[in-house]
Structures are given as structure tokens and as C-alpha cells.
């Protein structure tokens, strides 16, 4: 059974920084993408950054310059370093992955920025 399982969220205050993880497990195929999206409170899920397997990124337009996505391909984890946090970085992310049997997304990490 496939599991995706993010960690690293928290709070933190603006201008800082956070390191998330996701770890996928029960994987044993290719996975394509990975990607973090996230939701804030009253909005819409949205795509934050795109990694590709061999290892071309994208990001949302509000993240350039301050997020950086990675994946380690032998270990099935992607990551999300957040740098210059900001209050409207706030938000549940969660990590996702397509693969050739199908997309997945993990439970959630809440990151919250505030002082």
C-alpha cells in the first residue's frame, strides 16, 4: 500500500525558514513527479512547486527566489526547503507524486507563519 508521509511543518516566524519532507513508502515503480501543493484556510488547493524524475523543477510565481524543491529518487523522498517566510506562506502542504500505477497525496503538514 502506497503512504506518503510529510513532515516538518510548524510555526514560524516571518522571515524564517522551514525544511519539509515527504516520504513515500510502498513503492517499488517509477515515480514521475513530485510535487508540493498546499491550501490555506478558505482557499483552493494549489501547486507550489514541481520536481521531475530527472530532476527539472517548477514553481509558483509567489515561491521563486525563496523555495527550493529536491527529491532523492533512492530513498522516494521530496523535499521543500522555505526560505523568507512569509504570512501568507501559511497553509496546510501536502505532498504528491504521479506514478505510472496512479497519483497519491500525503495527509497534510500545517506550516504557519506569524510572529
Known amino acids: 500500500q502506497v503512504q506518503l508521509v510529510e513532515s516538518g511543518g510548524g510555526l514560524v516566524q516571518p522571515g524564517g525558514s522551514l525544511r519539509l519532507s515527504c516520504a513515500a513508502s510502498?513503492?517499488?515503480?517509477?515515480?514521475?513527479?513530485m510535487d508540493w501543493y498546499r491550501q490555506a484556510a478558505g482557499k483552493d488547493r494549489e501547486l507550489v512547486a514541481r520536481?521531475?524524475?530527472?530532476?527539472?523543477?517548477d514553481y509558483d510565481n509567489s515561491v521563486k527566489g525563496r523555495f527550493t524543491i529536491s527529491r532523492d529518487n533512492a530513498k522516494n523522498m521530496v523535499y521543500l526547503q522555505m526560505n523568507s517566510l512569509k504570512r501568507e506562506d501559511t497553509a496546510v502542504y501536502y505532498c504528491?507524486?504521479?506514478?505510472?500505477?496512479?497519483?497519491?497525496w500525503g495527509q497534510g503538514t500545517q506550516v504557519t507563519v506569524s510572529s
Open positions: 504528491h507524486i504521479a506514478t505510472v500505477r496512479g497519483a497519491y
Open positions: 510502498g513503492i517499488n515503480f517509477s515515480i514521475n513527479i
Open positions: 520536481i521531475w524524475r530527472g530532476g527539472s523543477t
